[in-house]
């Protein structure tokens, strides 16, 4: 029904990307396989799915063997090797079968069954949060790149300015001022052009933590489907998938058992016992003595059943039950505490999707307005009627636009997906990803919970997660071109309009 893969779909564009490039779905395989968060957690799980046998041997017959030698090294008066052999060995076996323990087995066994599914629901939300962080890690490296192409851009063209002003001010139509204003906006520029390439190298490598492997360059995202109409229907839809929360209440339920457990600790116990005991006196039996002995070994066994009825205990029953019930209390608080965090995120993100997405639209009309507002300044000061204040300004403004639509992009493809993530849309069984099967938690849980052996183990575990030493240094080079609404030239050369068509000289404003 809802499994419709997220990452199929129309290309929505943020700037252009070449025809061979990482896709973002390349990118959440990669974070899929191989990232330590999502890998410790599939431990983790499967350390979980461990209590489900550990709480139903506490129901299953225990046998037990136990054996002794014993070397008489000193006799007292009146010991004799009649009543006292020299030596003796002893063997016995029991085995104790549990018939009634108060509830506590099988309400142990559903309160780790239970905590299993509220792992299984953990791993999920672990899955959809580290998507997020990929794709929000994804989605700044393309906006960060457009900038650092954007403020190169600016760099060239104020360098072109400067160029054209110095120019004017040798034939005196400028003063001292004029190029001075012109030396301090590019000089600004050159500025704002190293701090977008120290953000651009400080996103290359969140997105290597993240996803283990340099991001080269990345194509262009595809659109995400399914966005609900409001944020209530988000929330409703939020309140029923979203993992954390479903996680939350599984630890909720789980707690329940918990507190039967501990009362328990009051109810009788009833078990049935059966031993074998073998004893031998080596041969010392009436040693050295003409007195007749009995057999120098023999064995014996016995069966029975036993009862304990547990009358006082020092308070330590009732404190238990009040602490499996605190405890309890503290879960349910925790569920209400997913659900305003779930309400908060899921209506955060739907704001955030439909205000950036106003923005994009204001920022388009933005862009190509100041576009055309330089060149229109441009040619005014060509004619006497602007001055080089007047284009730096303009210049400055189109910039601003141009990273204003790129952030602008960038936080409506982030907020969408987070929005998909907060309605338990985007795990891996969501998203379509390539390369292999899907990690299944059920299989590990389904190959030991009915395992009874007292032998047996996986391993020493070995690395899942890869590690990132080997990948070089990020750079700020740019690997993408412009968006082609980001990339028309506005300047107009630093000789077309500074000498050709420049204005009459005012010799009021010539140099001396």
């Known amino acids: 029904m809802r499994r419709t893969s997220l990452l199929l779909g129309t290309a929505y564009a943020l700037v252009a990307a070449p025809a061979c490039a990482e896709t973002l779905k390349d990118a959440l395989a990669k974070a899929y396989k191989t990232n330590p968060t999502l890998t410790a957690q599939r431990a983790n799980v499967r350390a979980i799915d461990e209590n489900v046998p550990i709480a139903k041997a506490a129901g299953r017959p225990g046998v037990n063997l136990t054996g002794g030698f014993n070397q ?9 090797s009649i009543n006292s052999p020299e030596r003796s060995a002893t063997a016995q076996t029991a085995l104790q079968v549990p018939i009634y323990s108060g509830g506590a087995v099988h309400n142990s066994v559903l309160a780790a069954e239970t905590r299993v599914d509220a792992g299984r629901f953990g791993l999920r939300g672990t899955e959809s949060d580290l998507f997020t962080a990929v794709v929000g890690a994804y989605m700044d490296v393309i906006r960060d790149e457009a900038i650092v192409g954007l403020n190169q851009q600016n760099v060239r063209v104020l360098d072109v300015n400067l160029q054209a002003s110095s120019d004017r001010f040798q034939v005196g139509d400028l003063t001292r001022t004029d190029v001075a204003q012109s030396q301090a906006r590019l000089a600004l520029a050159r500025g704002q052009l190293q701090s977008a390439q120290a953000r651009l190298i400080s996103s290359r490598e969140n997105y290597i933590r993240l996803v283990g492997e340099e991001p080269g360059s990345l194509e262009t995202p595809p659109a995400i489907p399914g966005t609900p109409p409001s944020p209530d229907a988000a929330v409703e839809v939020a309140l029923q998938n979203n993992p954390s929360f479903l996680a939350a209440q599984k630890t909720r339920d789980a707690t329940a058992y918990d507190i039967k457990v501990a009362r328990a600790a009051r109810l009788p116990q009833v078990g049935i016992g059966v031993t074998g005991n073998y004893f031998n006196y080596l041969g010392t039996l009436g040693q050295g003595t003409n007195l007749p002995v009995g057999s120098q070994n023999g064995t014996s066994a016995g069966a029975g059943l036993s009862l304990s009825l547990p009358l006082f205990q020092g308070g330590r029953p009732a404190a238990q039950v009040r602490q499996a019930e605190a405890l309890r209390g503290q879960a349910i608080e925790r569920v209400t505490e997913a659900e305003r965090a779930v309400i908060a995120n899921t209506r955060a993100a739907y704001a955030v999707w439909r205000s950036s997405e106003q923005v994009i639209a204001s920022s388009e009309i933005a862009v190509n307005a100041n576009r055309l507002s330089l060149e229109g300044v441009r040619a005014e000061n060509s004619v006497g009627n602007r001055t080089i204040l007047d ?41 379509g990803l390539d390369g292999g099967p899907l990690y299944d938690p059920i299989a590990n849980y389904d190959r030991v919970q009915g395992r009874f052996s007292d032998f047996g183990s996986d391993g020493e575990p070995a690395p899942v997660a890869t590690r990132t ?36 000289e005012n010799p009021a404003t010539k140099p001396k």
């Open 391 to 431: 284009i730096l300004n303009a210049e400055q403004e189109l910039l601003n636009s141009q990273v204003t639509l790129v952030t602008a992009k960038r936080d409506s493809y982030v907020a969408r997906f987070a929005l998909q993530a907060a309605m338990g849309r985007a795990e891996a069984r969501d998203l």
């Open 72 to 80: 008489q090294v000193l006799r007292g008066p009146g010991s004799t």
């Open 469 to 504: 030493t080997t990948t070089r240094p990020q750079g700020a080079e740019v690997t993408r071109p412009l968006d082609p609404i980001l990339d028309t030239p506005v300047d107009r050369g630093p000789a077309d309009r500074a000498t050709v068509d420049r204005a009459p």
